[in-house]
Nanobody, 123 residues
Framework: QVQLMESGGGLVQAGGSLRLSCAAS????????MAWYRQAPGKQRELVAK???????NYADSAKGRFTISRDNAKNTVYLQMNSLKPGDTAVYYC?????????????????WGRGTQVTVSS
């Protein structure tokens, strides 16, 4: 099993910054993709940013120039630095991790979601 521990959400004024963290733990052999999604009330969950094992990144248009995703492979942790936050960024942010686990020597792929962390941006 793989567990994700998210932290860093909260309430911030427009123009402010927050840094989200998500640490993966368990019988992890390797992690391929680490990503952040968000879901606002009444809307579908959408990709915010993702980072591959080699470090390449993809961002939603709404995040480009304001958000930065990074990862610490030694700690199996992904970060999302969010600057110049807007009220439209208000949502629950979810961490998503794809990789391989191998308890007892049997390797299998996993896809795991965090429970989500609330980000609220006031105007």
């Amino acid at each position: 099993q793989v567990q994700l521990m998210e932290s860093g959400g909260g309430l911030v004024q427009a123009g402010g910054s927050l840094r989200l963290s998500c640490a993966a733990s368990g019988s992890i052999v390797s992690i391929n993709t680490m990503a952040w999604y968000r879901q606002a009330p009444g809307k579908q969950r959408e990709l915010v940013a993702k980072i591959l094992s080699g470090g390449s990144t993809n961002y939603a248009d709404s995040a480009k120039g304001r958000f930065t995703i990074s990862r610490d492979n030694a700690k199996n942790t992904v970060y999302l630095q969010m600057n110049s936050l807007k009220p439209g960024d208000t949502a629950v942010y979810y961490c998503n991790v794809v990789g391989f686990l191998g308890p007892g020597g049997t390797v299998s792929e996993f896809i795991t979601w965090g429970r989500g962390t609330q980000v609220t941006v006031s105007s």
